[in-house]
C-alpha cells in the first residue's frame, strides 16, 4: 500500500495522499484504508491534502463516486497545484481549511491533532429563529441521493438522475434538472428555488408536477410554491 496519513482536525479528516504514485492506485489504497474501518468512517467528512500533485477534475469526480458509496463526504482539497485548485473550485469544494464549517463526526481511532480549539460561538438573536438545513458545495450527479429531515441548499447543479427529498425547501444555487421533493413531511408551504428550474419531477407536500417542454428562453431564477391548490412557479427574487 502507498503511505497515506489520516489526522484528526476540527473540520473532520484531514487525508494527506503521497506526491508520488498512480491516481488509480492511491484511490485503490484509500478504499481499501476506509474499508477496513467501515464504521469509523460512515458518515465522516474528509479534507484531502495532495500538495504539489496536479489533479484533474475528472480523477476528483471519480474519487468523489467511490466515496459516496462508503457514505464519506469529500469536502475540500488542499494543494499547491492550479490544476488542482481549479478543479476543486469547479466541484464546488473548499480549497482552504478557513472556508470549511467546524463538524463533529470524525472517527474513533483518529486523535485530534489540532492545535486550535474552536472558539464559543456568538449569541444568536433570540429574535431570529433559525432553522436546520444542510450544505451541499458541489453538483449532484445521477445517482446522488440527498434526503434530509430540514432544509436543502445546493451550491451547484442537480444533475438529472440525481434526487434531493426535503422536509424543508430546497434551494439550488445552480441547474436543477434533477428529481426534488420538498415539504416531504407534509409541509405545503415548502419552496423549490433554482437559477434554472427544469425538474425531471418537482413535487411539494403531496403535489406532484413535472417539466414542461423545453422552453426556448434564457435561464432566470425561479421559484415553485403552492397556491390554490397547485404548484405555480414564478420569477425568484430577493
Not at 8 to 26: N, Y
Not at 87 to 92: H, N, P, S
Not at 129 to 139: N, W
Not at 211 to 237: C, D
Amino acid at each position: 500500500m502507498v503511505s497515506i496519513e489520516f489526522k484528526g482536525i476540527r473540520q473532520g479528516i484531514l487525508v494527506t495522499l503521497p506526491d508520488a504514485g498512480e491516481w488509480a492506485t492511491i484511490q485503490a489504497d484509500l478504499a481499501a484504508r476506509i474499508d477496513s474501518q467501515k464504521e469509523f468512517f460512515r458518515g465522516a467528512n474528509i479534507v484531502l491534502q495532495v500538495g504539489k500533485r496536479s489533479v484533474r477534475r475528472h480523477e476528483l469526480d471519480s474519487l468523489i463516486t467511490l466515496l459516496e458509496k462508503r457514505n464519506v463526504v469529500l469536502t475540500g482539497v488542499l494543494s499547491e497545484a492550479a490544476t488542482t485548485q481549479g478543479a476543486t473550485r469547479k466541484l464546488g469544494l473548499a480549497t482552504d481549511l478557513d472556508e470549511l464549517e467546524v463538524v463533529s463526526h470524525r472517527p474513533a481511532d483518529v486523535p485530534e491533532t489540532h492545535a486550535q480549539q474552536p472558539t464559543a460561538a456568538p449569541a444568536m438573536n433570540s429574535e431570529v429563529q433559525g432553522a436546520d438545513a444542510v450544505l451541499i458545495r458541489r453538483t449532484l450527479r445521477s445517482g446522488n441521493n440527498i434526503h434530509h429531515h430540514g432544509h436543502v441548499i445546493v451550491l451547484g447543479d442537480v444533475n438529472a438522475g440525481a434526487e434531493i427529498i426535503a422536509g424543508g425547501d430546497i434551494i439550488v444555487w445552480g441547474h436543477l434538472r434533477g428529481v426534488v421533493h420538498a415539504g416531504a413531511n407534509g409541509g405545503l408551504d415548502a419552496v423549490v428555488c433554482a437559477l434554472n428550474l427544469e425538474p425531471t419531477q418537482l413535487r411539494i407536500g403531496s403535489l406532484i408536477s413535472v417539466s414542461p417542454a423545453k422552453r426556448r428562453r434564457r435561464p432566470q431564477p425561479e421559484r415553485a410554491y403552492i397556491e390554490n391548490g397547485q404548484i405555480h412557479a414564478e420569477a425568484w427574487k430577493p
